[in-house]
């Protein structure tokens, strides 16, 4: 596979739920993203990695949970969501640079609702 | 305070006409990027075309150009000889000096019209 790769793409789950989105990436990069978009809002940025470390939250709930085992995996797990949550979730990759040229690339999404 | 703005949620154009997508930004920054991404709507963002803030010639890409006017703090996306399947949400976004964090506009809807 290439690129950037989400699963699954779709979830429905309830409040009460457990579940994990998994992303990976076969670019050699060594950063990675979670984004959150949502209808008529900006993509938010949840966290980032770089190096395995995280080295942004931007202010997201402790129900989101991020971890990296690697350079090349990213998965965000779920805990207690709320409706509100119900959202696209896109995870990214680039390589972790101080150069602002460095862009990211997008896999296609996990489409998450919560009942 | 939001650091990416487009004030257009949707364009129309004929077929092979030019179209310009509007964004403006916010930063302090010296040193920071520019980009614009295409979403169809099957979810994914593609990257279309990049623009530093230290170059000084605006970005192309094919048939995508950036009209950057730094002063203006304006980087506008024009699409020469538009196709139908550039219908897609277009979102701008910006890479700050840090190199960690990215802003999104909301983006602009653009029809494509035969």
């Known amino acids: 596979e290439t690129g950037v790769t989400q699963t699954p793409r779709h979830l429905v789950m309830g409040m009460t739920n457990k579940k994990s989105l998994k992303c990976e990436q076969h670019?050699?990069?060594?950063?990675m993203y979670w984004y959150k978009q949502s209808a008529k809002k900006p993509l938010e940025l949840m966290f980032v990695?770089?190096?395995?470390?995280?080295?942004e939250n931007n202010s997201v709930p402790s129900r989101f949970s991020p971890e990296c085992p690697n350079s090349s995996h990213l998965f965000l797990h779920l805990h207690t969501l709320q409706p509100e949550d119900s959202a696209l979730y896109l995870c990214a990759s680039s390589q972790a640079s101080l150069r602002t040229q460095e862009t990211q690339y997008f896999g296609p999404g996990t489409r998450l609702l919560v009942l | 305070a939001q650091k990416i703005t487009q004030t257009q949620p949707g364009m129309f154009v004929q077929e092979k006409e030019a179209v310009t997508l509007d964004c403006t930004y916010d930063?302090?920054?010296?040193?920071?990027?520019l980009f614009w991404y295409k979403q169809p709507s099957s979810g994914e963002m593609i990257f279309l075309i990049y623009?530093?803030?230290?170059?000084?010639q605006n970005a192309t890409e094919g048939r995508y150009s950036l009209n950057f006017q730094k002063a203006r703090k304006s980087a506008n996306l024009v699409i020469s000889a538009s196709q139908l399947g550039d219908s897609a949400m277009y979102f701008c976004?910006?890479?700050?000096?840090?190199?960690?964090?990215?802003?999104f506009g909301t983006g602009t809807s653009l029809t494509v019209i035969p």
């Open positions: 930063t302090s920054d010296q040193s920071y990027g």
């Open positions: 976004a910006m890479r700050d000096g840090t190199g960690n964090q990215f802003y």
């Open positions: 990695y770089n190096f395995k470390e995280q080295t």
């Open positions: 623009q530093g803030s230290y170059d000084e």
């Open positions: 670019l050699g990069h060594n950063a």
